[in-house]
C-alpha cells in the first residue's frame, strides 16, 4: 500500500479517483467536466458506470484509460500513478494496462485484416510485450470468445455481434488490469447485448480481468453487481445488485432488485436524486437537516412537514 499516496490500498483496489477534477479550456469558456470525482474499483470486478449525456461518465473513462489528463485530484490504476506519468510511460500504459472497446467497430479493428490478425496487433505494437508466440496467444483468445472457427475472417464477413467478440479478443491480448468498455453494447440488440456480457462474465472468470463499462443503458446496468451512477461531474450514488452471485451460478435472472446508495464525499456532501428532489417540490435550495430516534437522517423543506429519509 502507498499511503503516502492515498488511503487506499493500490494492491487491492485496481482504480482509485479521488476527488478527481478536469476542465476543458478554449479561448473564451471553460467546462467543469469532472468536479471532485471519488471512484474505488476492486480488482476482478465486473461494474458499471452511467450517467445521462454531459454527466461526465466519458470524460472518467478518458481519464482511467490515459487518452486525456486530469486536472487535479489523485487518479491511480494498477498502482500506477497517472499524474505523474511520462508520454512514453502513457504510451505504454494504453498498449499493456488497460484495454478498449469501442462502440464503433471500425474504431477497434482494422477492416482489411484477418480477427487473427487483429488480435495479434497490439502485441505486435507493442516492443514490450510479454507474450513469445503471439498467434498461439491470438487463437487462445478468440477461443475463449467463440471466434476460433472465424479467426481467418475479416471484418466485412463478420456479423455486428462477431466483430464485438473479436474486440475483445483484442482488447485482451497484452494481459491488461483493466478492459473499458464504451457503450458496448450500444449498436447491437438485446439477443447480442446479452452474448457480450455473458461474454464479459467469462473473461472476468477465466482471466480474472477487471471489466468496467461506461453506458447510459440502465437495462445493462442490473445485469452486474455495482453500478455507479455520475451526475454533473461527480459520483452521486450506487447500485448493488442482490443475490448476484447466486444469479451468476445460475440459479436465477438477472433481472433482480437493486439497493441504492448514496455516495457521501469527502466532505459529507451527497447529491439527491433529482426524482425525489421533485416529489418534495422545494421553493428554492434550502433543505432543514435533522436525526430522528433511529439515527435516520431527515431532510425537510422549510415549513412543511415530513421529509425524505
Known amino acids: 500500500m502507498h499511503s503516502e499516496h492515498t488511503d487506499y490500498d493500490l494492491?487491492?483496489?485496481?482504480?482509485v479517483a479521488d476527488g478527481l477534477v478536469k476542465i476543458y479550456k478554449t479561448s473564451e469558456i471553460e467546462v467543469l467536466a469532472l468536479q471532485g470525482l471519488d471512484l474505488v474499483v476492486e480488482r476482478g470486478e465486473v461494474m458499471a458506470i452511467i450517467g445521462n449525456s454531459g454527466s461526465g461518465k466519458s470524460t472518467l473513462l478518458n481519464m482511467i484509460g490515459g487518452l486525456d489528463k486530469p486536472s487535479a485530484g489523485k487518479l491511480f490504476v494498477d498502482g500506477k500513478d497517472l499524474f505523474k506519468m511520462r508520454e512514453k510511460d502513457l504510451v505504454r500504459y494504453k498498449t499493456s494496462t488497460v484495454g478498449f472497446i469501442w462502440q464503433n467497430?471500425?474504431?477497434n479493428l482494422i477492416p482489411y485484416l484477418t480477427a487473427l490478425e487483429n488480435v495479434m496487433?497490439?502485441?505486435q505494437l507493442n516492443n514490450k510485450s510479454q507474450v513469445?508466440?503471439?498467434k498461439s496467444r491470438a487463437m487462445?483468445?478468440?477461443?475463449l470468445t467463440g471466434m476460433g472457427k472465424r479467426a481467418k475472417h475479416r471484418l466485412n464477413q463478420l456479423s455486428g455481434g462477431e466483430q464485438q467478440r473479436v474486440a475483445i479478443a483484442l482488447s485482451l491480448a497484452n494481459y491488461p488490469a483493466v478492459l473499458l468498455a464504451d457503450e458496448p453494447t450500444g449498436s447491437v440488440d438485446t439477443r447480442t447485448t446479452d452474448t457480450i456480457l455473458d461474454m464479459f462474465r467469462t473473461v472476468n472468470k477465466e482471466l480474472g480481468t477487471t471489466i468496467v463499462i461506461v453506458t447510459h443503458d440502465r437495462d445493462i446496468a442490473k445485469?452486474?453487481?455495482r453500478v455507479v451512477a455520475i451526475r454533473d461531474g461527480k459520483t452521486s450514488s450506487e447500485f448493488i445488485m442482490n443475490n448476484y452471485a447466486e444469479r451468476l451460478a445460475g440459479m436465477g435472472d438477472f433481472v433482480g432488485e437493486q439497493i441504492e446508495y448514496a455516495v457521501l464525499d469527502r466532505a459529507g456532501r451527497i447529491q439527491i436524486p433529482r426524482n425525489l428532489l421533485d416529489k418534495m417540490n422545494l421553493d428554492g435550495n434550502r433543505l432543514i437537516i435533522?436525526?430522528?430516534?433511529?439515527?435516520?437522517v431527515i431532510l425537510t423543506p422549510p415549513e412543511k412537514k415530513g421529509g425524505l429519509t
Request: no cysteine; charged share 45%.
Open 223 to 225: 445485469k452486474v453487481q
Open 290 to 296: 435533522s436525526i430522528d430516534e433511529d439515527n435516520r
Open 132 to 134: 513469445k508466440d503471439k
Open 121 to 123: 496487433l497490439p502485441m
Open 140 to 143: 487462445d483468445l478468440l477461443e
Open 11 to 15: 494492491q487491492k483496489h485496481v482504480i
Open 105 to 107: 467497430n471500425a474504431r
